[in-house]
């Protein structure tokens, strides 16, 4: 399948490594990943209770944080989106700052496309990835909090 719109992304700083390595140098390596810069999201396991990281690309609308749910286009939610639709109070780590936050999904409507163009401003791939699966790729808008 040709995706012309596609840029590959350099794979050498994913997963456990990605997170690993953010949190030892407080984002000196893996803030910026592919020339976006990423944060890491903690969220509670659905099922474990336990917390799970995982490092995401992200963008900003005003105050609140955006990320999304694409999984490159696979075809199932990733984990992260249901962690946080079973308990939407997770926390984000962007550089060396720790940030309570709340997440919501924005699902449709002109919220959403508005978000979609934001995102895909500086993450062009989303559109192919959308383009890969029949689901609507949620944006997640993580809002800070206080810790109370």
Excluded at 44 to 61: M, N, Q, W
Aim: charged share 20%.
């Amino acid at each position: 399948m040709s995706e012309p719109a596609y840029q590959k992304p350099d794979l050498a700083l994913v997963g456990a490594e990605h997170v690993a390595r953010y949190r030892e140098t407080d984002g000196e390596v893996g803030y910026e990943w592919n020339g976006v810069p990423t944060l890491l999201l903690t969220t509670t396991g659905r099922r474990t209770g336990e917390p799970r990281t995982k490092a995401l690309i992200f963008g900003r609308d005003g105050e609140d944080y955006l990320v999304v749910a694409s999984t490159g286009g696979a075809p199932k939610h990733p984990s992260w989106y249901l962690n946080l639709l079973a308990h939407p109070a997770a926390e984000i780590q962007v550089k060396g700052a720790h940030i309570p936050v709340v997440a919501r999904a924005v699902a449709s409507g002109a919220e959403r496309a508005r978000l979609w163009r934001t995102v895909t401003g500086y993450w062009p791939n989303y559109d192919t990835y959308q383009a890969r699966t029949d689901r609507l790729i949620p944006v997640v808008v993580l809002t800070p909090t206080t810790d109370t």
